[in-house]
């Protein structure tokens, strides 16, 4: 058939791919939320695609912070079940759990999530996130 090939370079390229094409449709401002619009900025400011996969590994791994050189992850806080309630690192105060699929009203707000990356990022890395591993987390904690 002369379409396969481009179906399944299609499947193969996954979520990014598939994401990015809803990201694109054209959509009306009530139904578009705060990820896709911050989405569809970072493509707009240079990114190509979205890996919920790398996502994953970024929330999970330890990293060396680069600044303090202490070993931390995002999960310090957030806790090593996405849905289930974390706890903040230094003062024990609850966090609600990340997973939209059990708490809605994670991620709905585009200026709260601007600000907890980069207020999370420079805690956990020791620097800003790039927008390829901000588009990356995003699509993976949206699909929790
Ligand atoms: C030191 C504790 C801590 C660490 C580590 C941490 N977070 Fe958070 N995070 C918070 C707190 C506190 C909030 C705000 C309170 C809330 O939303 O429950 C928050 C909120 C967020 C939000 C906004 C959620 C929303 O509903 O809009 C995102 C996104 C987020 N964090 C991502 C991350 C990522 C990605 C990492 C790792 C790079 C990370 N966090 C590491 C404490 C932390």
Not at 96 to 124: F, G, Y
Request: hydrophobic share 35%; proline share 3%.
């Amino acid at each position: 058939m002369r379409h396969q090939p481009f179906i399944k370079k299609l499947s193969y390229s996954g979520y990014g791919i598939l994401f990015a094409m809803l990201v694109y449709m054209p959509s009306s401002s009530a139904g578009e939320n705060a990820i896709s619009t911050l989405l569809k900025a970072y493509l707009a400011e240079g990114i190509s695609s979205f890996n919920a996969r790398k996502g994953q590994a970024l929330w999970q791994q330890v990293h060396l912070n680069m600044k303090t050189g202490q070993k931390r992850s995002c999960t310090d806080c957030h806790g090593k079940d996405i849905k289930q309630a974390g706890k903040y690192q230094r003062s024990g105060i609850k966090i609600e759990p990340m997973a939209p699929s059990v708490n809605p009203k994670r991620l709905q707000d585009v200026k709260k999530i601007e600000k907890w990356l980069k207020h999370n990022c420079e805690w956990t890395f020791g620097r800003d996130c790039t927008l390829q591993e901000k588009a990356n987390l995003l699509t993976f904690l949206q699909g929790q």
